[in-house]
């Protein structure tokens, strides 16, 4: 059991203000309003978003790919327990590859793409 299902287990998903006043939006609606067309595999887009979702603790309705780790999303992103683990997951992937990720990642979406670009 990892420590992001412990902390649900006893504390539930995180809340942060903007995501709780946003409507719910399923996976596959994100997928078809910021990434149809885009050549992204829907499967591997929405496994992305969850694993986002679980990483930083919350529920994955409420992200967008715009959400940006250090402003939309600085309440929780500001601890690297969280954060940390996901930019942890696309520098080793690409030293793994050998690749140099060119773009920072500052976006749930930069994340999905820099992963997607990796792991295709």
Request: one cysteine or more.
């Amino acid at each position: 059991m990892n420590l992001n299902a412990i902390w649900s287990f006893f504390f539930g998903p995180r809340s942060n203000a903007l995501l709780d006043r946003r409507d719910d939006m399923r996976p596959d609606a994100i997928y078809d309003i910021y990434y149809a067309g885009s050549g992204l595999d829907r499967e591997t887009v929405i496994m992305l978003l969850v694993h986002v979702a679980q990483e930083l603790n919350l529920v994955v309705e409420r992200l967008r790919p715009s959400d940006r780790f250090f402003v939309e999303l600085k309440d929780i992103c500001s601890e690297w327990d969280s954060v940390g683990i996901l930019f942890w997951e696309v520098g080793s992937l690409a030293k793994k590859r050998k690749v140099r990720i060119e773009n920072p990642i500052e976006t749930i979406d930069d994340y999905i793409r820099a992963m997607h670009a990796l792991d295709p």
